[in-house]
């Protein structure tokens, strides 16, 4: 049995020239467009869908579409007498290579052997006397020794890429853009918005206003000058699938689902390749959601649509699931830095665990605060996050401005306290504590109309087995108060 894994990088090398959402877009994109032809290539040489170990490879992956579906490692069976070896699948990526770097600057050695310096294909293959029963794993293995052999010199040649991923007339757009549209036609397409378009959810006509009138931008709520870049990726997927072939559809409509909520709340996919996905979107929608509502909608649905119609579940030693890394920042910070946030946060997420959303908010001044959320099972109600979202929902209808700003320093005067009567071992007599702390520390008029808000807060504070929620509140409550800001 003979084996070949391919491995694509380093994205975030290539996601550093990004300065627009086009460009974002097209250091992702780019990838996709390298793997989807390297794909068609060992079709047309006889491997066929199922010989895919990783990912899963359907036919509909190969449409025309404006969203990345090509993950950057792939793991195959090759046929029994082929001749298909690791030196032709170089040979392969070298003329695409050798393509893309044609539509950079078009018959120039020098981008060609830039192109191939910056972007890295590494092939491998391995032949097994029997059928093993972890190819994947052993190929992941040989992956991660590869890519540490990366080698990058920085030279000046960086802005080639930059200027290629905001153009309009390359390849890569020509790919993604829907079928029906032709060169010429609709002048006014635009596949992207800009991110004031995005975070203030604005038309362009008015982003372009605000760009040049300080005075308009000003009078913007300070959430709308804020963007959050999400990365999220599923947990023990390549097992749920490698047990059942039948589950990568339900993959796949998963898929189509969390597009469309993506697109609907505002926000736009960068990538999307089987269990991993890349979004951007505001902070807050005219919908009455924000960011953290979007995500718990998106779990929802992984509920309905995956985890509740694999139909054998005896076999699971962890149930598949998702993690999240969400980086909200200032919509002029640097869109790579920003991205690659994101994925740390992520990362940060599979070394504690999985099954999380970290979050962190960059603000314009420089400070920073955020948190880790640890979800349930799917299908089961994870107490932090829902009682963050009711702490959300009742502060945009009971408070405002300097009643937060009151609490979160109220909270700040009092952490000693607090944190004495959130470590008592008893959970009653704790509960008796802090209704008490909290009914003498609010007893005013004003704040019978704040009793919701008040409630939920307490209700934060209280959840089982949470650590540091005296300090996760403060982050949360400096969140929401980004939320509420009046410009």
């Not at 994205?11 to 990838?31: C, G, L, P, Q, V």
């Not at 190969?62 to 007498?81: A, K, M, T």
């Not at 993506?262 to 919908?287: E, K, R």
């Not at 704790?430 to 008040?454: A, M, Q, R, W």
């Amino acid at each position: 049995m003979k084996y070949i894994g391919i491995t694509l990088g380093p994205i975030d090398r290539i996601a550093e020239y990004s300065k627009s959402t086009r460009s974002i877009w097209a250091s992702s994109y780019i990838f996709s467009f390298l793997a989807k032809k390297i794909v068609e290539e060992l079709k047309s040489k006889g491997i066929k869908n199922k010989k895919f170990l990783k990912p899963v490879i359907t036919n509909d992956m190969l449409e025309s579409s404006p969203i990345g579906r090509f993950p950057d490692q792939y793991v195959f069976e090759v046929n029994e007498g082929s001749r298909l070896t690791a030196q032709e699948v170089y040979k392969i990526a070298g003329g695409i290579l050798d393509e893309i770097a044609c539509d950079i600057k078009k018959d120039d050695e020098d981008v060609k052997k830039i192109i191939k310096q910056v972007i890295k294909v590494y092939v491998v293959e391995k032949t097994y006397e029997t059928q093993p029963d972890s190819v994947v794993e052993d190929f992941q293995t040989m992956f991660d020794a590869m890519e540490c052999r990366d080698a990058y010199i920085m030279r000046g040649y960086e802005n080639k890429f930059a200027e290629y991923f905001d153009r309009t007339d390359t390849i890569l757009l020509k790919e993604a853009k829907p079928k029906e549209y032709k060169k010429g036609e609709n002048k006014d397409y635009r596949m992207f918005t800009s991110i004031l378009e995005c975070s203030a959810q604005i038309d362009i006509t008015e982003a372009n206003k605000c760009e040049k009138d300080v005075s308009k931008l000003n009078a913007l709520k300070p959430y709308q000058k804020y963007i959050a870049f999400v990365a999220a990726d599923g947990d023990h997927f390549g097992k749920t699938i490698s047990c059942d072939s039948a589950n990568s559809g339900l993959l796949r409509d998963f898929n189509t689902k969390l597009n469309e909520e993506v697109q609907n709340y505002g926000g736009q996919v960068i990538f999307q390749g089987g269990d991993d996905v890349l979004f951007f979107a505001p902070i807050f929608s005219p919908q009455k959601k924000d960011i953290f509502s979007l995500i718990n909608e998106i779990d929802v649905q992984f509920h309905n649509m995956v985890y509740g119609k694999i139909q054998d579940k005896s076999h699971f030693k962890n149930m598949p699931s998702f993690s999240y890394g969400v980086a909200i920042a200032y919509y002029k910070h640097p869109m790579a830095e920003t991205r690659a946030r994101a994925l740390q946060l992520l990362h940060d997420c599979k070394e504690n665990g999985r099954n999380a959303i970290k979050w962190e908010v960059m603000k314009h001044s420089g400070q920073t605060y955020g948190g880790m959320i640890k979800k349930n099972a799917p299908g089961t109600e994870t107490e932090q996050l829902t009682q963050m979202l009711n702490i959300i929902k009742n502060s945009t209808s009971d408070v405002d401005n300097n009643f937060l700003h009151s609490i979160t320093h109220w909270l700040i005067k009092n952490g000693a306290i607090l944190t004495h009567i959130l470590q008592q071992s008893d959970k009653k007599n704790k509960e008796v504590l802090l209704n008490n702390y909290f009914d003498n520390s609010f007893d005013e008029p004003v704040h019978g109309k704040k009793t919701d808000f008040i409630n939920a807060i307490k209700s934060f504070l209280l959840i089982e087995g949470l650590e540091k929620p005296h300090e996760k509140l403060h982050a949360l409550l400096r969140y929401v108060e980004l939320l509420l800001n009046k410009s």
